[in-house]
């Protein structure tokens, strides 16, 4: 899909839309590295090996649309000098669970108490537990791999506006689609109690709660 931009003189154009597909994470040890995020469940999309000159490893979170990669001679980064990278989840606590059963040493959860908490490697500024009310981009928990690369898992149950394209509504995983239905089918009862009728028409009801969520539109009544 491409995107509108407006010139200096008001006049809309259409640009060609970009992509970000890999991140690439310097590392110490391919092997090692390797070894943790597949222990991780994170599909191997590759191992390509020239010699002993290059290797380039690529992997993908669960459900993600961007991919990591590490190896030999594919950045000049230090390694472990990764920080902060997201990975958005809609159920913190799960996600959390998941991780530790896979052996990632996982922070609690926290919110912030202090604005740039989620980025500072000690606990000043964090709050344990979810944000209150669960609010949506508020709640996170910190990772990080054997060099030190370092993840940070953010829960978000809705989107801002204009996050997402109302042409194109995607549900990463079972669970997000679970997590959508589940808030529609809430949102519909108190639609129904506010009516004070049953509503025949409640497949139709969901499916623009859904897509209006998740494009940060105002939601139906």
Known sequence: MSTEMGDSQ?????GVDMGLEVIVLPVSDVDRAKE???GLGWRLDADIARGEEFRVVQLTPPGSACSIQFGTNVTTAAPGSTQSTYLVVVDIEIARAELLAHGAE???VFHESAG??????VADGRAPGRAPEHATYGSFATFRDPDGNGWLLQEITARLPGRISPDATTFASVNDLV??????????????ARTGAADPNWPEWYAEYMVREQAGDELPL
Do not use: N
């Open 10 to 14: 008001g006049v809309t154009t259409r």
């Open 36 to 38: 943790f995020y597949v």
């Open 106 to 108: 996982v922070s609690e």
């Open 116 to 121: 740039g908490a989620r980025f500072e490697p």
């Open 179 to 192: 997590a959508a239905l589940k808030r529609a089918a809430a949102a519909h009862g108190e639609h129904e």
